[in-house]
């Protein structure tokens, strides 16, 4: 079975620094997706970013980008200039499987402190 | 971007009584959707993923006389919560995935949360 690991519970991170959010995961498919979400205390899910497996670049999202490494099964989560909004939990979620149906991390919880 | 609604937002009932949730893609046809269920501080978990006019397929442990879905319409899912308990208390999520889009599609709804006294 694919296992997804967040390995940041939490992190407190002071206001317009930017912030790494890991994700590893553990698979033998070739040709997958892997979804950031982030679900603020209100409880809806809201996508961030995508990245397909054999894209050649790291996907942007305006303030969000996804540091990609294939070969090591990671794909971080990096935003830039953090924001007091941004405090929420945030979810990796690699799509595998023919119905697309989405894996999920642990989750982390991030904080920005003023 | 593709809306999908949730119905109610936030339910109290009482021991036993069944409890019915209904998710809608507002604005596409949904061909499939998927029923989560979330614990305070955890993540997602799949319950179930559901294929218009065909019976859902449940994740294992996942009692399918407990929590009945019917996709009856490719705009509208339905969870219902039978003869719920306390320990069925927890936050309820859809998502629809629209027809013939690839991984990036799939659409959440708000949540739906569920207190049983």
């Known amino acids: 079975a694919q296992k997804i690991t967040q390995t940041q519970p939490g992190m407190f991170v002071q206001e317009k620094e930017a912030v790494t959010l890991d994700c590893t995961y553990d698979?033998?498919?070739?040709?997958?997706?892997l979804f950031w979400y982030k679900q603020p205390s209100s409880g809806e899910m809201i996508f961030l970013i995508y990245q397909g497996s054999y894209d050649e670049q790291n996907a942007t999202e305006g303030r969000y980008s996804l540091n990609f490494q294939k070969a090591r099964k990671s794909a971080n989560l990096v935003i830039s200039a953090s924001q007091l909004g941004d405090s929420a939990m945030y979810f990796c979620?690699?799509?595998?499987?023919?119905?697309?149906?989405?894996?999920w991390g642990a989750g982390t919880k991030l904080i920005i402190k003023p | 971007g593709a809306v999908v609604s949730q119905h109610p937002s936030w339910v109290i009932c009482k021991s036993g009584t069944s409890v019915k949730i209904e998710c809608r893609s507002l604005?596409?046809?949904?061909?499939?959707m998927f029923w989560y269920r979330q614990f305070p501080k955890q993540s997602l978990m799949l319950m179930a993923t559901s294929n218009e006019g065909s019976k859902a397929t449940y994740e294992q442990g996942v009692e399918k006389d407990k929590f009945l879905i019917n996709h009856a319409s490719l705009t509208l899912s339905t969870l219902t919560v039978t003869s719920a308990h306390p320990e069925d208390s927890s936050f309820y999520i859809c998502?629809?995935?629209?027809?013939?889009?690839?991984?990036?599609?799939?659409?959440f709804g708000p949540g739906t949360r569920l207190t049983v006294t």
């Open positions: 979620a690699p799509s595998m499987d023919s119905n697309y149906q989405l894996i």
């Open positions: 604005d596409f046809q949904a061909t499939t």
């Open positions: 998502s629809a995935r629209a027809w013939r889009e690839g991984p990036y599609e799939q659409y």
């Open positions: 698979t033998s498919d070739q040709s997958y997706g």
